[in-house]
């Protein structure tokens, strides 16, 4: 970089992390000039333009932060990043259609990318039009997606036993929870009194312990993750890729581990396609499925969830009675007041929610309810209705439905403590559909508001309808558009009712299930014991029908060779054995000597490039030893260099030319012949090739060691051999079948 350059972008980055500190400190109007100065001054840095242009985005200034991501699209036409931006800024101006056409346009331009895909998901549950196949359908290629990321399929990691050999005390059920919303987020807020309760790994008398561990990967720390610090044992894990949280999580040895966060800004569910734990779960932080299918279960209850949603999810459903979270207020939030009708003299509703939830449905059957309760108004608060162009269409939307634009109220981001006191200008809160309040629901009734909703099919429609339920007021849900408008009329020609929900709510949420803690974390950890139980139970029962491969010298079980996909399936188990402890095998032994494998216990034995490393008179010890560990009606898949398609490039004089690429580096037929050159040099003689095949001299060697049908295939691309020897006498049209799945085309 060259010096004006970096003195340019040191200037702007200053000058940023003011606008920052100002929006923070809620001075927008001085938020607004400085970042206009960054504009003005920087008109032809896209990076810098970018970085303007999220600040404002974030802060709900949407057209103003338009402009400058449409300015880096003409300053750099092929940045996707503009697209990106725009695309989120559709999806919080509640314009949908908009935001899908931009985020399939930059998943065909970059399908690899995490945050575009995630962002797509997550579009989806704001899109009404958007139905719940399609939703699945969208999540699963996902999951295909993150697997084959991961590396391809990964087996399920072996559950550990809990009892301990000497005292029989069950061992404590290690439990881990992956986030990015460890602060004052809607989860972190939701999941704070959670950690804390949870049972002490040392356990009372009759107690089931659990050891906790939190994997925080946000860039926030409050009092928040000071709290759920100081509760579990805390991982800072925002610098470490995938593979290196994996490991974290693997050396933890984590029995459960949760995912809280979907496809929401921030996640590390990437992570879980690696499969680092034996049992992992879904819960909380996210409203749909995640379309992976290594997640064992996604904690609902019957009122998100009732009969039929299993439809919309890959994972299987576990509901928790009562309801999937727990809610507790925050510690400055101010006294309910009384309902403000009883001073204006007319109904005021509202809506705190996320403008990206608001629809022409919503507008419509809002519009509906202010029609039949004269001189009512509606007041909007979110960030984004800081943008006047925002604004304009939503009084205009109103407008179009006969209603008078002065009765709608919209107001920008304020201070929490700040949100929770205009709660005092509300006599009634709307829900919008299908997506609806979360926090924002459970505060309105905390601040003595009663909630109108709306739930649909889809588990985030149903968010409040659960709260109303558990709070024993499931009236307050419509189950169509009339009923919703009904229902909000009643109410808002109820004065005494109004009144008595008013001084009544806080009461009626703390007697119910939904601010029970203790009993709610009770009832969580007794869901994931019975589910590593049960899961356990069912690996023994499938590992006793499974049928046993066996990998022979495979390397590290995670960076190392995969078995041929036709062994991917719960059919088959895999065992690997290997010389080098430093592996992790299973079996620690060689070709020569497999007298760790029980004579006559395998099914089938898997050999990908190994054979070639024994010397010529070995080989038949190899293939006896082979052929002792098979069951009778067992087979081997062997893979070696195919000799014959390599002479062939050394007679035409290609000894030492590249002859394909492979993540080492360019391969040479001399390497094929006598070993990777480069390894060798490096010490790694065990890399070195002693003997060498053809298809019939393979073939031979097998005959020769007792094995009784063979089917063998040269692969000329690959420049290797694949043969299939059965140790007893197979049909041909078996063995060709078998040939047809092992062997590759």
């Given at each position: 970089m060259n010096a004006p350059l970096e003195l340019s972008m040191r200037q702007w980055q200053s000058s940023?992390?003011?606008?920052?500190?100002?929006?923070?400190?809620?001075?927008?109007?001085?938020?607004?000039?400085?970042?206009?100065?960054?504009?003005?001054?920087?008109?032809?840095?896209?990076?810098?333009?970018?970085?303007?242009?999220?600040?404002?985005l974030n802060f709900g200034y949407l057209a103003r932060s338009r402009e400058c991501f449409e300015r880096v699209q003409r300053l750099a036409p092929h940045d996707l990043r503009a697209l990106l931006n725009l695309a989120n800024l559709a999806r919080d101006g509640g314009d949908h259609a908009t935001a899908q056409r931009m985020y399939e346009a930059l998943q065909v331009a970059q399908p690899n990318n995490p945050v575009i895909r995630r962002n797509a998901l997550v579009s989806e549950e704001y899109n009404?039009?958007?139905?719940?196949?399609?939703?699945?359908a969208n999540a699963c290629a996902w999951g295909d997606w993150a697997i084959a990321q991961a590396g391809g399929l990964q087996v399920r990691p072996p559950l550990r036993s809990r009892t301990g050999t000497s005292t029989g005390a069950l061992r404590p059920l290690r439990i881990g929870?992956?986030?990015?919303?460890?602060?004052?987020?809607?989860?972190?807020?939701?999941?704070?009194?959670?950690?804390?309760?949870?049972?002490?790994?040392?356990?009372?008398?009759?107690?089931?312990?659990?050891?906790?561990?939190?994997?925080?990967?946000?860039?926030?720390?409050?009092?928040?993750?000071?709290?759920?610090?100081?509760?579990?044992?805390?991982?800072?894990?925002?610098?470490?890729?995938?593979?290196?949280?994996?490991?974290?999580?693997r050396q933890d040895q984590i029995d459960v581990?949760?995912?809280?966060?979907?496809?929401?800004?921030?996640?590390?569910?990437?992570?879980?396609?690696?499969?680092?734990?034996?049992?992992?779960?879904?819960?909380?932080?996210?409203?749909?499925?995640?379309?992976?299918?290594?997640?064992?279960?996604?904690?609902?209850?019957?009122?998100?969830?009732?009969?039929?949603?299993?439809?919309?999810?890959?994972?299987?459903?576990?509901?928790?009675?009562?309801?999937?979270?727990?809610?507790?207020?925050?510690?400055?939030?101010?006294?309910?007041?009384?309902p403000p009708c009883l001073q204006t003299g007319h109904i005021t509703f509202g809506c705190f929610n996320n403008t990206a939830k608001l629809n022409a449905g919503v507008f419509d059957v809002w519009s509906q309810v202010l029609a039949a309760v004269p001189r009512s108004r509606l007041v909007l608060k979110w960030r984004s209705l800081a943008d006047e162009t925002l604004c304009d269409s939503i009084r205009a939307a109103f407008a179009d439905k006969g209603i008078d634009p002065s009765r709608i109220e919209l107001r920008s981001a304020s201070f929490h403590v700040d949100v929770l006191k205009e709660y005092a200008d509300i006599d009634i809160a709307l829900d919008p559909f299908p997506f609806t309040g979360g926090l924002t629901s459970c505060e309105a009734l905390w601040m003595g508001v009663p909630v109108v909703t709306w739930p649909h099919s889809r588990v985030v429609s149903r968010q409040t309808f659960a709260f109303l339920s558990a709070i024993s007021l499931p009236e307050l849900a419509a189950k169509d558009a009339d009923a919703y408008v009904r229902i909000a009329q009643s109410l808002a020609t109820d004065r005494t009712r109004l009144e008595s929900l008013r001084s009544g709510l806080r009461s009626r949420m703390q007697a119910s299930p939904l601010m029970d803690v203790q009993g709610f974390t009770r009832q969580l950890e007794t869901t994931l014991h019975q589910l590593y139980a049960e899961i356990a139970q069912k690996e023994i029962k499938t590992a006793m029908s499974q049928k046993i491969i066996l990998h022979v010298g495979p390397g590290h079980r995670h960076s190392g060779a995969k078995l041929p996909l036709a062994f991917q399936t719960p059919e088959w188990k895999e065992i690997r054995i290997d010389i080098d402890p430093g592996n992790e095998p299973d079996i620690l032994g060689s070709m020569l000597d497999m007298s760790a494998v029980e004579t006559g216990s395998v099914d089938a034995i898997y050999s990908a490039h190994n054979i070639?490393?024994?010397?010529?008179?070995?080989?038949?010890?190899?293939?006896?030893?082979?052929?002792?560990?098979?069951?009778?009606?067992?087979?081997?898949?062997?893979?070696?260099?195919?000799?014959?398609?390599?002479?062939?490039?050394?007679?035409?004089d290609k000894l030492t030319d590249a002859a394909y690429q492979s993540p080492a580096g360019a391969i040479t037929?001399?390497?094929?012949?006598?070993?990777?050159?480069?390894?060798?040099?490096?010490?790694?003689?065990?890399?070195?090739?002693?003997?060498?095949?053809?298809?019939?001299?393979?073939?031979?060697?097998?005959?020769?060691?007792?094995?009784?049908?063979?089917?063998?295939?040269?692969?000329?691309?690959g420049l290797d051999l694949w043969l299939l020897a059965a140790k007893g006498p197979m049909p041909e049209a078996v063995m060709r079948e078998l040939a047809g799945k092992l062997l590759p085309l």
């Open positions: 940023l992390m003011l606008a920052q500190s100002q929006a923070q400190s809620a001075h927008f109007p001085d938020m607004l000039a400085t970042c206009q100065q960054i504009i003005t001054a920087h008109s032809g840095d896209a990076n810098a333009l970018l970085d303007v242009g999220t600040l404002l009404p039009a958007v139905t719940d196949a399609q939703r699945l929870y992956v986030s990015a919303d460890l602060c004052q987020h809607t989860v972190g807020l939701f999941v704070k009194d959670v950690l804390q309760d949870h049972e002490s790994p040392t356990g009372g008398v009759g107690a089931d312990p659990v050891a906790v561990f939190a994997y925080s990967s946000g860039q926030v720390s409050d009092w928040v993750s000071d709290a759920i610090r100081a509760a579990c044992t805390w991982r800072e894990v925002s610098g470490l890729d995938d593979a290196a949280l994996a490991a974290l999580i581990l949760i995912d809280l966060s979907g496809h929401t800004a921030g996640s590390r569910l990437t992570v879980f396609a690696h499969r680092p734990a034996p049992v992992q779960v879904a819960w909380l932080g996210y409203f749909a499925t995640t379309g992976l299918r290594y997640l064992d279960a996604v904690l609902l209850d019957e009122w998100h969830a009732p009969d039929g949603t299993q439809a919309q999810f890959a994972e299987p459903i576990v509901r928790l009675h009562g309801v999937r979270l727990c809610y507790q207020p925050v510690p400055w939030a101010p006294a309910v007041a009384p070639e490393h024994v010397y010529a008179h070995e080989v038949p010890v190899v293939l006896g030893e082979f052929l002792r560990v098979l069951k009778p009606d067992g087979f081997a898949v062997i893979t070696c260099p195919d000799l014959q398609t390599v002479c062939a490039l050394v007679a035409e037929p001399l390497d094929i012949l006598y070993g990777h050159g480069a390894a060798v040099a490096a010490g790694h003689h065990y890399m070195a090739h002693k003997t060498g095949f053809t298809e019939k001299s393979l073939t031979q060697s097998l005959q020769a060691a007792g094995f009784q049908s063979i089917a063998g295939k040269r692969r000329l691309r």
